[in-house]
């Protein structure tokens, strides 16, 4: 699929941006349709001079999305894939990770940040026109990552309130938000608008409640939730005692206030792709990385981030890498080939379980363009594009 051909240049009305743009095309791709549809944008505030020469000129197919969002399991590729993508389509990079929001968290979590500056030549290929000016190399725009330190508790709630903000800041510019993660409760938040929000403490509540039996607890919630499909919640007292506080918080009047009060979110029209590869494929490349990560600092990073101040337990609570790093850091794993055996396999095991995750998305009406399941990185980039441009003949699969 050639992403370089040249099309005579005219502009094209986008109106999925916040306001209306016009976009001069330059370069283009070719569908599996037969349509031509443009990659290279030059993305101009619409003003009355272009309206009246151009007047309206649509894309052979409207847009339908104003966004991308980019999932798949751990170590498929997804970050080179988002930065590739967010230079062709002139966006910037959401991180959907739970961890890389943290400072000091940068080869555990993957931040990768290097990838983010891509060379000239690629540039070139990709985008001609952020080329002109960009030096050795261009640097992608990233947001959400580095955005706090270990001292906080980072949650899904923090997660939509820094996510909305940035979103309509790149969508304000302009650009088109590449949102790339393989958190799927983060990304799953944003897709189906989890409605979510801060339960404060009621201290004499609380201890009303802890007077009660887990029966009568269970009774209650209950009676409080009418459609209780989340039986987790009867798992002991204390979680059954936590979702009663915040079903009495969500029928208050404070409650009622607190949404009046917050600003409309961004309308998101998501384009989802989603990549993965094969299974023993995924188990060799999670091999590769650790192996890389280790000589590469991790233990160290670790190390220093203890000494610094970040108490073991806060670390484990990160899972994975952390977890067990400071396992071993503290003795309770013997050796570093001991290390590699265990949070080997339990990468292994995270990355099965975010199979899991998006396939239950999938069910619960979420459309994912699944790219081609092969390592080729070029090939499912190319494959993205083409989602992009023709999603409603895109046919993925996995």
Not at 184 to 200: A, E, H, K, Q, S
Request: charged fraction near 25%.
């Amino acid at each position: 699929m050639c992403i370089e051909s040249v099309v005579t240049a005219n502009y094209i009305k986008n109106s999925n941006f916040h306001g209306t743009y016009y976009a001069k095309t330059v370069g283009g791709i070719l569908c599996k349709n037969g349509q031509h549809r443009p990659t290279d944008y030059r993305m101009e505030k619409c003003t009355g001079a272009i309206e009246q020469e151009y007047g309206v000129v649509k894309m052979p197919e409207s847009l339908s999305y104003n966004s991308i969002f980019l999932l798949g399991p751990t170590a498929v590729g997804k970050t080179a894939i988002g930065v590739r993508l967010a230079v062709a389509l002139g966006g910037e990079i959401l991180s959907g990770d739970s961890r890389q929001v943290y400072r000091g968290l940068d080869i555990g979590s993957g931040k990768d940040l290097a990838d983010y500056d891509v060379p000239r030549a690629l540039v070139q290929k990709l985008k001609p026109s952020l080329a002109e000016n960009c030096g050795e190399s261009y640097h992608v725009p990233y947001h959400l990552i580095d955005v706090t330190d270990l001292s906080c508790e980072f949650n899904l709630f923090d997660y939509q309130e820094a996510f909305y903000p940035a979103f309509a800041d790149i969508l304000a510019r302009g650009k088109m938000p590449v949102v790339v993660g393989g958190t799927g409760m983060y990304v799953d938040c944003i897709l189906r608008n989890y409605d979510l929000v801060p339960t404060p403490e009621n201290p004499a509540l609380h201890a009303e409640l802890e007077a009660k039996s887990y029966d009568e607890l269970k009774a209650m919630l209950i009676a409080e939730k009418a459609n209780l499909h989340n039986t987790t919640d009867f798992a002991d007292k204390d979680r059954i005692i936590h979702a009663i506080e915040i079903e009495r918080y969500l029928k208050s009047p404070e409650c009622a206030a607190y949404r009046a009060s917050r600003p409309p979110r961004p309308e998101i029209n998501p384009l989802v792709l989603g990549t993965t590869l094969p299974r023993p494929l995924v188990r060799e490349r999670i091999a590769k990385r650790l192996r890389e990560r280790m000589e590469n600092g991790l233990i160290e990073e670790v190390q220093g981030l203890h000494e610094a101040g970040t108490a073991w337990a806060r670390l484990e609570q990160l899972g994975l890498e952390y977890r067990f790093v400071s396992e071993y850091l503290q003795g309770k794993i013997a050796t570093k080939d001991e290390l590699f055996e265990k949070l080997n396999l339990a990468i292994g095991q995270f990355a099965k379980r975010q199979e899991t995750w998006f396939r239950g998305m999938e069910k619960k009406g979420v459309k994912i363009h699944w790219l081609p399941q092969i390592d080729d990185m070029d090939a499912r980039f190319e494959g993205a594009l083409e989602a992009f441009a023709c999603d409603e003949t895109y046919g993925g699969g996995r």
